[in-house]
């Protein structure tokens, strides 16, 4: 396990991903029933961008960098700004949440977390971060046994953020697999699936297991930088939402657009959304 996500933290796929997953839990609380947030890759909850990790690669510039003093921000992404200002009070950005902290101050009385990360330093310094919060429980453990450990949750509602770091080849199959078996073992279940974008024939295969895996609903929605044979590297990254909740595609056919101008890095950027599954 080399990955580790102080040197990304902030970067354009953590801007693309926390504010879909902010918008994602935003929507689940219309309703007042409680819900159950799942992260099985949580990494840790805080990060400093003048910390050595973020220094040395400086991807947060391009990232969070861009939004964090604007004030004309679209609705969904004032409030994912909002939710990294509430962590810098004096206005001048250094520290940026992780998805467990952005989910965590968003979290109601009603609703609770399960957090799974593998690597022993991140998941001590998330056990001391949460430690004092009941409805937040932390597990050093591989995050793909969530779903058998966890689902169905006692809530029938329940958000999984599924994050791995993609070391190895065979991690997109296994998403694919965990995904199918979080839908059998809870149907309703909202899965957030991230994945990276580099070279667009790499992910082919995994297009196709995703729309043949029998999911009820699968949207994917893809943000990029740069266009993706310019270079190898994160050009740019999708997220697959399998039960999206209404009216999330209304809301990003608006917001994709606006995001991809914002955050492109050479020519204007680019984006996707489509159902690969259960079209409404
Ligand atoms: C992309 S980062 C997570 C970022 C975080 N979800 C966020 O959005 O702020 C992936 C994390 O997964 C952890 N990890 C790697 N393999 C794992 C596994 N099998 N189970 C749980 N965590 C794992 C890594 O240590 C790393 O912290």
Request: proline share 7%.
């Amino acid at each position: 396990m080399n990955y580790r996500h102080s040197y990304h933290a902030g970067n354009h796929a953590d801007v693309f991903k926390h504010a879909v997953l902010l918008r994602m839990v935003r929507l689940l609380q219309r309703k007042d029933a409680p819900f159950c947030y799942l992260d099985s890759h949580a990494g840790t909850a805080m990060y400093d961008l003048q910390g050595e990790a973020a220094s040395k690669t400086g991807e947060y510039v391009d990232g969070i960098g861009r939004l964090f003093d604007r004030d004309d921000l679209p609705g969904l992404f004032a409030d994912y700004r909002d939710a990294v200002a509430r962590h810098n009070p004096s206005g001048s950005l250094r520290l940026y949440p992780g998805s467990p902290q952005i989910v965590a101050d968003a979290l109601r009385e009603q609703d609770r977390m399960i957090l799974s990360e593998l690597h022993p330093e991140d998941a001590a310094t998330l056990k001391s971060q949460f430690d004092s919060q009941p409805s937040i429980a932390v597990h050093e453990r591989d995050g793909y046994e969530l779903p058998k450990a966890f689902l169905p949750v006692a809530e029938k509602r329940a958000l999984w953020l599924l994050d791995p770091p993609f070391e190895k080849t065979d991690e997109l199959d296994r998403c694919v697999e965990m995904v199918q078996l979080a839908i059998q073992r809870m149907r309703q279940t909202v899965v957030a699936l991230w994945y990276p974008i580099k070279d667009e024939r790499l992910l082919r295969g995994f297009y196709r297991n995703m729309s043949e895996a029998g999911l009820p609903k699968v949207l994917r929605i893809e943000l990029s930088v740069r266009p993706t044979d310019t270079r190898l590297g994160l050009n740019g990254s999708g997220l697959m939402l399998v039960n999206p909740p209404w009216p999330l595609w209304e809301e990003l056919d608006v917001a994709l657009p606006w995001l991809a101008g914002m955050l492109a890095q050479s020519g204007e950027g680019g984006w996707r959304m489509d159902w690969l599954a259960g079209q409404p």
